[in-house]
């Protein structure tokens, strides 16, 4: 990095303190300041606070002819319930590659739902001396991308059953009128959305009086069959008693009453869709083909079907831009969508990853992290975002712990909440040994994406060096690169170098 002001030296404490002490401890720099490493200018972002920035889309149109940095993905072995450090592991690594190797490096995470966070499992900005700052805002509100998500997805599916309410008591002729009321002329017209159905439906004319009463029927009648329904209502909290819910009570719904539910903000397809789009429009594509459901003639009805595509893009226009933040040793941050992995593709955005690697240039790092374990992490990053991206990783880091190694190799099961067996407070080698087959698969799984796979050792307290010893040789026995032993969560970058 060309200035100083952007690396800040740790004053490390043991034992470690609380996260939020941690955190609480240190002053950010100015958003701004981290921005003007990256050669960002006021006109490239747009300020959030104090503290974080939304990068704006048009920094990659700038860039478009300069080169690409380093691309590294980070991803780990089956966890245990209590995660195993990779968010920590990707914030230590780019500590170690921007302030203690002098490396330009941007990280690229995913933003945490609200639901973990205010659970068990807790928030997802890294632990220790590896995080993201200011961490309260991080798995908060950040820059309202969820919430975005959240109006987007329901704004959809108020408009579904809005439509099936008044298809039900309305003519064709009278739901033609509703769609293209007269003008001050009394003259009817398509708005440009309608182009779009009529088309799906080989209709070529372009007026709505051209239209015959079958053509009137297919065009204005969706017909939607509620069984078929498969959009759902969405909030950012977990919420049980709402994950089968009965609508249309009221007395002016006239007996509309249907079964559905609520689903968490990051579970919606929308928010899959920020993850993968490239643009703008594109995005605008992707929302309007987004299925809802089907009519009763098992015909499939999208979002522009319905008519409210641009409106979905319009509420997701400043989503679109990723949100600049930072470490707790001054390197830059793109946080920006979080699809969970077990219904998605658990990756953060294409558009965050293609910023970071022209900001960086040759010889710069972007390490972006894949969800869950890396048989759906990382290799739906391979499978699903590096195809649309068509950007190829250098080099894949696999997060494995003792704890987990233990537990795959036959120790007692690990319960969120509930305190550690003895078994993992204590020397087991061979226990250690038995668990390295789920290291071993997934390094063969990520190696034949044509990837050379570091593992990342996420130290703890409790383990020993010959625990660690056997991690490294299964590692390096399976066909690893490289098996480090890492001691960010204690140490920051220092840990990780």
């Known amino acids: 990095m060309s200035s100083a002001r952007s690396v800040r030296k740790l004053e490390v404490v043991s034992p470690v303190p609380a996260d939020i002490d941690i955190a609480n401890s240190v002053e950010p720099f100015h958003i701004s300041e981290i921005a003007k490493d990256l050669n960002l200018s006021s006109n490239h972002y747009d300020l959030y606070g104090k503290y974080k920035a939304k990068v704006l889309l048009s920094v990659l149109d700038e860039l478009q002819g300069s080169g690409d940095g380093y691309y590294v993905v980070v991803g780990g072995i089956t966890p245990t319930p209590l995660g195993e450090g990779k968010s920590t592991t990707t914030v230590g690594l780019c500590q170690a590659l921007g302030a203690f190797l002098d490396k330009k490096v941007v990280t690229c995470l995913r933003q945490p739902s609200q639901g973990p966070t205010f659970g068990i499992k807790g928030g997802a900005a890294g632990g220790g001396y590896s995080q993201v700052i200011p961490m309260d805002e991080f798995n908060l509100h950040l820059t309202g991308d969820i919430h975005a998500i959240t109006a987007a997805n329901n704004l959809l599916a108020a408009a579904i059953d809005t439509r099936i309410f008044h298809e039900s008591s309305q003519s064709d002729k009278a739901l033609l009128n509703r769609l293209c009321p007269p003008?001050?002329?009394?003259?009817?017209s398509f708005s440009d959305i309608m182009f779009?159905?009529?088309?799906?439906?080989g209709i070529s004319k372009t007026k709505p009086e051209e239209l015959t009463p079958e053509e009137v029927k297919s065009f204005a009648r969706l017909d939607i069959d509620p069984n078929s329904i498969t959009w759902r209502r969405v909030m950012d909290v977990n919420d049980r008693f709402l994950r089968k819910i009965?609508?249309?009570?009221?007395?002016?719904e006239k007996g509309m009453v249907r079964e559905t539910g609520f689903d968490i903000s990051v579970a919606s397809e929308i928010m899959a869709v920020l993850a993968l789009t490239t643009s703008l429009s594109d995005m605008r594509e992707r929302l309007g083909k987004m299925v809802i459901g089907n009519s009763k003639a098992g015909e499939p009805i999208t979002a522009d079907d319905l008519g409210v595509g641009g409106a979905l893009t319009v509420l997701m226009k400043d989503a679109i831009n990723p949100t600049l933040m930072q470490t707790l040793e001054g390197t830059p941050v793109l946080v920006h969508a979080g699809p969970f992995a077990n219904i998605a593709h658990g990756n953060s955005s294409i558009v965050a990853d293609k910023i970071a690697l022209k900001l960086v240039g040759p010889g710069g790092f972007v390490v972006?992290?894949?969800g869950f374990g890396a048989d759906i992490g990382t290799e739906k990053f391979m499978n699903i975002k590096c195809r649309y991206s068509g950007l190829t990783p250098q080099c894949a880091v696999i997060v494995a712990t003792i704890r987990a190694l233990k537990m795959h190799g036959g120790g007692p099961e690990v319960v969120a909440g509930k305190p550690l067996d003895h078994a993992y407070l204590n020397e087991n080698v061979s226990l250690v040994e038995a668990g390295c087959v789920n290291l071993a698969r997934h390094i063969a799984n990520t190696r034949a994406y044509g990837v050379n796979v570091v593992v990342a050792v996420n130290m703890f307290s409790t383990d020993t060096q010959a625990e660690l010893d056997a991690v490294r040789n299964a590692a390096l026995a399976a066909g690893a690169f490289d098996a480090v032993v890492c001691t960010h969560h204690a140490h920051g970058g220092k840990?990780?170098?």
């Open 246 to 252: 009965t609508i249309g009570q009221g007395p002016e």
């Open 368 to 370: 972006t992290e894949a």
């Open 495 to 497: 840990g990780a170098n």
């Open 183 to 188: 003008n001050k002329e009394g003259k009817r």
């Open 196 to 201: 779009r159905r009529l088309k799906k439906l």
